[in-house]
């Protein structure tokens, strides 16, 4: 399994912002640490920002601060906001068709239970415990 691209943008926002907290964080700043697509970044900003994770202020000395403390951001919320769904396979070989196997096979069945199992142990883990050795990450990213 692998995640998307906006699921890993989203920790290392999140991450980056409980490193430099209380200060305020810019997009351009975490695209520039991580080397990544500004344009991308501001989508995940705005989304995060909706859903309570950061607080965003706009304009001159804008950024965004974390919306609420690490202990409370659980992983696996990030996660499931990030992907399209928490189903590995749809079951489906051609739009609005279900495939022919359906009605006796057990894959769908086991990759559910599999990616139940991925979320309870991406929901035991808080963004505080990401960032439990503050210093060395920030040396490692020259914050």
């Known amino acids: 399994m692998r995640l998307s691209t906006y699921s890993d943008y989203s920790i290392r926002v999140l991450m980056h912002a409980a490193l430099r907290s209380p200060e305020r964080v810019t997009v351009d700043e975490v695209a ?67 495939c022919r196997l359906f009605p006796a096979c057990r894959l769908k069945g086991v990759l559910d239970e599999a990616a139940a199992a991925f979320f309870a142990v991406l929901d035991s883990y808080t963004l505080a415990d990401l960032v439990k050795q503050p210093s060395r990450m920030r040396a490692a990213l020259k914050l």
Not at 67 to 94: N, Y
Request: charged residues 25%; proline residues 4%.
């Open 32 to 98: 520039d640490t991580y080397g990544i697509s500004r344009h991308h970044l501001v989508k995940v900003v705005h989304d995060l920002g909706r859903n309570g994770y950061l607080q965003t202020q706009r304009g001159i000395g804008g950024g965004f601060t974390l919306g609420r403390p690490p202990e409370q951001i659980r992983l696996g919320d990030i996660v499931r906001l990030g992907e399209e769904s928490d189903t590995v396979i749809d079951c489906a070989d051609q739009p609005g068709r279900l």
